[in-house]
């Protein structure tokens, strides 16, 4: 939707800045930001897409205000764009995040526009390009970003304490502005129980990074249910991996490398990706599953139905969060079009105290546990 930039007249008004120069006097003062001419003159002259999102940032701190002090989104007939960007690995495992976004945004009369971002370590990353890209387009309402990674994760909360609408799906780390996550606690908490209720006393976990809020949230469930069953988490049986099939494999053949009465009789890896690693690393140690040894995960990518056997898994309702994110953006257009207040509170953004959905999670039971199991068109679902 078009912008409406104040800026000349809000300076006059709330600043007595009048010049170019001083403005850029300004500028060098508060903020140490040096600007040429040409910049100087597109920040006063409603050229909001010719400025870089550092400029505009360094403009807000400078003048201690937010960007909608005199930024303004006026309706009009256009059809307008919500922006979604998506890492590349998630594509693939789970096309039902996407799906919901795009459903629950053809819903309204938006448009969307979705975006690829890098890895972090991606020495050819460019996300930061990206959010400078679609701030330059007039149409852009406003923002999904889906495990946005740390550093980006920076740069969508300034823009998010300057007014433009965001809201991330992350269960990464703590976030400071709306975003929506499933209950991994609980999640790991079903899977250990399950897994307890068949009989299991040494269960292993395999650990996602340690650096992420979702990895240290699927062992505390893990933990509370052996302690519940009176078990204490056994260090030996705790091993981390990266989410991915080769660290599940390497974690799983430690434990296989085990003496026979230390070895786990089940294992709980924190994703379904790390629990290929260990179907592999059972066939080549001639184990069966679940015969010899039992197999619980996370997460119910759409591959982990079709693996032998197939996985029993704690979904994650991707579909739900897509749909989440999508009605909490729109809450938060809705409240931009009916107060001249920040989008985000300013208290909620610096204090931690923004909206958080969490949704739950459930235990899809198939073969791989080892419970009584029957190949139907719909998987035992435990809440």
């Excluded at 890492?87 to 009369?109: F, M, Q």
Aim: proline fraction near 7%.
């Amino acid at each position: 939707m078009p912008v409406q930039w104040n800026l000349k007249q809000w300076l006059a008004i709330n600043r007595q800045v009048y010049r170019p120069s001083d403005l850029q006097a300004l500028l060098e003062e508060k903020a140490g930001t040096q600007l040429s001419w040409q910049a100087i003159s597109a920040l006063l002259n409603n050229v909001p897409g010719a400025l870089r999102l550092s400029t505009i940032q360094a403009l807000c701190n400078a003048l201690n205000c937010n960007l909608s002090d005199f930024c303004d989104v006026v309706p009009d007939q256009q059809i307008r764009t919500i922006s979604v960007l998506i890492p590349s690995w998630v594509w693939s495992i789970s096309p039902d995040l996407t799906r919901g976004i795009v459903n629950a945004v053809g819903e309204h009369e938006y448009d969307i526009s979705l975006y690829s971002l890098n890895d972090e370590d991606d020495p050819k990353n460019d996300n930061l390009q990206l959010i400078e890209r679609f701030l330059a387009t007039p149409q852009v309402a406003g923002l999904v970003a889906v495990f946005p990674g740390r550093s980006l994760s920076r740069q969508l909360t300034q823009l998010a304490r300057q007014g433009f609408p965001v809201v991330l799906i992350d269960d990464q780390e703590v976030q400071v502005v709306p975003s929506i996550g499933v209950d991994n606690a609980t999640g790991g908490y079903l899977a250990t129980r399950h897994l307890l209720q068949l009989g299991h006393q040494r269960i292993a976990h395999i650990k996602g990074p340690g650096k992420y809020l979702v990895s240290d949230a699927r062992y505390q469930g893990y933990c509370r249910a052996l302690i519940e069953a009176g078990l204490l988490p056994d260090p030996s049986l705790i091993l981390e991996g990266d989410f991915l099939p080769p660290s599940g494999r390497a974690c799983a053949s430690q434990l296989f490398a085990l003496p026979p009465e230390k070895r786990p009789t089940a294992i709980f890896a924190a994703s379904d990706q790390m629990a290929y690693g260990v179907l592999s690393a059972a066939e080549d140690c001639g184990l069966a599953i679940p015969k010899d040894l039992a197999l619980v995960s996370f997460d119910d990518d759409h591959p982990s139905a079709y693996t032998h056997p197939p996985l029993t898994t704690v979904r994650q309702p991707y579909f739900e969060m897509g749909q989440q994110a999508v009605t909490l953006l729109f809450s938060l257009l809705n409240a931009a079009t009916t107060s001249a207040e920040t989008i985000v509170p300013e208290n909620d953004v610096s204090h931690g105290q923004a909206l958080r959905v969490q949704l739950q999670a459930s235990l899809i039971v198939r073969e791989s546990c080892g419970a009584n199991y029957c190949r139907t068109p719909a998987d035992q679902q435990i809440p």
